[in-house]
């Protein structure tokens, strides 16, 4: 269910003129909590895949280690871009364009795990579908 502007009002305990002075539209919202998201999450995925260490094929299994942990996390929600889009990006360009990008880069991170393992490059399509779910 979307969120209401005085729900988030509430939960960030700021008044609601103070909420529509730092975000004068939900979906400036919603673009800073995707932002953020985008950064966690390729600051997540790259250390996972760094602690895995040398080894190609333990760098790219590392992906799905990283998303068993979040998975599992008892704050997971899923995807915020996927629920974003569900939400907004069929009626909002500029969300739709961010949710894109964002499959996009992790589709290309893959593609290069890919590489440094030596397979065929249709695996790293065939990957990044399966990490999608």
Same mark, same amino acid.
């Given at each position: 269910?979307?969120? =209401?502007?005085?729900?988030?009002? +509430?939960?960030?305990?700021?008044?609601?003129?103070?909420?529509?002075?730092? /975000?004068?539209?939900?979906?400036? *919202?919603?673009?800073?909590?995707?932002?953020?998201?985008?950064? &966690?999450? &390729?600051?997540? #995925?790259?250390?996972?895949?760094?602690?895995?260490?040398?080894?190609?094929?333990?760098?790219?299994?590392?992906? %799905?280690? %990283?998303? &068993?942990?979040? @998975?599992?996390?008892?704050?997971?929600?899923?995807?915020? /871009?996927?629920?974003?889009?569900? &939400? #907004?990006? =069929?009626?909002?360009?500029?969300?739709?364009?961010?949710?894109?990008?964002?499959?996009?880069? @992790? +589709?290309? %991170?893959?593609?290069? #795990?890919?590489? +440094?393992?030596?397979?065929?490059?249709?695996?790293?399509? +065939?990957?990044? *579908? #399966?990490?999608?779910?």
């Amino acid at each position: 269910a979307a969120v =209401g502007m005085d729900e988030l009002r +509430q939960e960030a305990g700021v008044s609601l003129r103070r909420l529509y002075s730092l /975000f004068p539209s939900k979906t400036d *919202i919603v673009v800073a909590v995707l932002a953020r998201k985008h950064a &966690e999450w &390729e600051s997540g #995925l790259s250390g996972a895949v760094a602690d895995a260490g040398g080894d190609p094929r333990a760098r790219l299994l590392a992906v %799905y280690g %990283y998303l &068993e942990n979040w @998975f599992c996390a008892d704050d997971f929600r899923g995807c915020a /871009f996927i629920n974003a889009f569900g &939400e #907004l990006g =069929g009626t909002n360009p500029e969300v739709a364009e961010i949710v894109r990008a964002h499959k996009a880069s @992790f +589709q290309e %991170y893959m593609a290069g #795990l890919v590489a +440094q393992t030596g397979a065929p490059p249709a695996l790293a399509a +065939q990957l990044s *579908i #399966l990490a999608e779910g």
